[in-house]
């Protein structure tokens, strides 16, 4: 079946940032493809935001090859892919470890999830992105450049996934390709992070949204960006 509106697959779009950005595209007529890995939880918010546009709610792990699989298969149901959102995360252990005392099992998932499956769902889709002129927005973290202690592997999975997304920009220029820093959220993530710290001075991820949207219709160059550089100024009378 090929639609008229357009069309984004979001990973992790069961909660936080990703259930956000799924609300407001699903708020402007997009067709959603949806996932996360609880499945209960990802059918309300399908549920919820159907009333609204056709939505498509495919639970599993994205680290899994074969719901990549099923994935690509939704996405092609509907026709071209014109934007495919890398937002799905693995943190890696609450509190998170030091180097030293990271075990290998776990930097294998926060690579898997954050690095191996982006690249892989990115590599399956490159002709349906090519057949819309897509963009593909993988959410980065400032940890990504910055070095925190106990950030170790989720910082160099983001930073990995950074550079994949550049690269990516290099060989396919006829896409957009971003890598976005979304800044702190007070998400089930975040509280993760701070394990017993109040968050509630973190912003919620409703309040990036507006920056994505504004990245996503003024299309800058492919590069990585913060949220915070788009972050639509209110015009005070
Ligand atoms: N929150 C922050 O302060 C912050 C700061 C910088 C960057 N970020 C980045 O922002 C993005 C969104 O984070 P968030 O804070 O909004 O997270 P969140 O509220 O914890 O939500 C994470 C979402 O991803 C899903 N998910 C997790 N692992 C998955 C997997 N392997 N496959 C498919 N879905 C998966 C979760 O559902 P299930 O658990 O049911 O799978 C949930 O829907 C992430 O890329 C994160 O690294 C966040």
Do not use: C
């Amino acid at each position: 079946m090929t639609t008229t509106s357009p069309t984004a697959l979001i990973t992790g779009a069961s909660a936080g940032l990703g259930r956000a950005l799924a609300t407001a595209l699903a708020e402007r007529g997009w067709t959603l493809v949806l996932d996360a890995r609880g499945a209960d939880r990802l059918a309300e918010v399908a549920t919820e935001l159907a009333r609204v546009t056709t939505v498509e709610a495919v639970a599993g792990s994205v680290a899994d090859r074969a719901h990549r699989a099923e994935l690509a298969a939704a996405v092609r149901f509907h026709g071209p892919l014109d934007l495919l959102v890398h937002n799905a995360s693995e943190l890696g252990g609450s509190p998170q470890p030091r180097l030293e005392d990271l075990d290998p099992h776990t930097f294998e998932t926060v690579l898997q999830t954050n690095v191996v499956a982006p690249a892989a769902l990115t590599r399956q889709l490159i002709p349906d992105l090519v057949a819309a002129h897509g963009t593909v927005l993988a959410i980065s973290s400032d940890a990504a450049v910055e070095h925190y202690e106990g950030w170790g592997a989720y910082g160099a999975s983001k930073a990995a996934l950074d550079h994949l997304v550049g690269t990516f920009a290099a060989e396919q220029p006829a896409l957009r390709w971003y890598a976005v820093d979304p800044g702190d959220m007070r998400t089930a993530m975040h509280q993760a992070a701070f394990p017993g710290e109040d968050i509630s001075d973190r912003p919620v991820p409703e309040s990036v949204v507006p920056a994505l949207l504004r990245l996503l219709d003024t299309a800058p160059p492919s590069g990585r960006y913060r949220a915070s550089e788009y972050a639509v100024r209110e015009v005070l009378a």
